[in-house]
Each structure stands twice: as structure tokens, then as C-alpha cells.
């Protein structure tokens, strides 16, 4: 029996309207097989995380243009707040590489810029999924 498809939550937090991007990568992720619930700009952070929580999600890409992704760390101590820091977190758009660091301190998994190759975004969501999933199934990462 094939597992259930990795559950994506695409986003854009904050104030930033531009989605042409996530819009492009959702696709990606739906032609690859992922289950894609894709939201509309201007989320808010608990908007977010309820959605995730509701729909059950693996990963959730966060789209940002403007400087949203500077909120992205927020967003992941809500997820963790609420029982959810197994839930992978991508991010997409443009992003400073100064701030690369601090993103993937707080918990990013990866950030994909303008012109990433499809192959690498559905690759790179497929195993952080699986991850996910893994990590929910064994919180403390006991070997069995």
C-alpha cells in the first residue's frame, strides 16, 4: 500500500501580495503528486498555523518578495507552540543571502531563490515531507 501524498501548505505571510511564485511552485508540487492547499496573500501567522493543524500538513513553503520571510522565524516558534514542530518549513523568493543564516537557525529547512529548478524544489519538499511525517510518527527519534 503506497503511502498518502506529502500534504503542502503554500503561503504568503505578512504584506506582501505578489504570488505569481508560489503560485509556480504549487503547481510544481500538485504535477509531482503532493496534495498542494495553497492560500491566499496576506496571511497571518495564527491564520497559518490553524490551517496547518486543520489540513494536517508535512511542509509549509512561505512565499516572500518584500521582506515577509524576516517573520518566518514567528511563524515556526507559533508551529512549535502549538504541537506542530515536526511540520517541515521552506521558503521562497527573494531573500538576501545576509539573511540566510538566521533563517535556517530558526528552522528552515531550505530557500529556494528566483530561476530554482523545479527538479530540486518537488526533490527537496518530497524528502522534507517524509521527514515530517517521520517526526511526528516518532517525536523522540527512538531507534526501534
Known sequence: MNPPP????????GLDGHDRGSRVVAAYLRDAGMEVIYTPPWQQIEAVVN?????DVD????????????????LIAALREAGLGHVGIIV?????????????DAGVEKIFGPG?????????V????????????????VTL
Do not use: F
Not at 490551517?51 to 489540513?55: H, I, N, P, V
Not at 524528502?127 to 523522540?140: F, I, V, Y
Open 126 to 141: 518530497s524528502d522534507l515531507g517524509r521527514r515530517a511525517r517521520d517526526a511526528k510518527l516518532n517525536p523522540a527519534g
Open 116 to 124: 530554482s529548478p523545479r527538479e530540486e524544489i518537488v526533490e527537496s
Open 92 to 104: 521562497g523568493g527573494i531573500v538576501p543571502d545576509v539573511e540566510y543564516q538566521m533563517l535556517h
Open 6 to 13: 506529502i500534504r503542502v501548505l503554500v503561503t504568503k505571510i
Open 51 to 55: 490551517l496547518a493543524m486543520q489540513e
Open 59 to 74: 511542509v509549509i513553503g512561505v512565499s516572500s518578495l518584500a521582506t515577509d520571510h524576516l517573520i518566518v522565524p514567528d
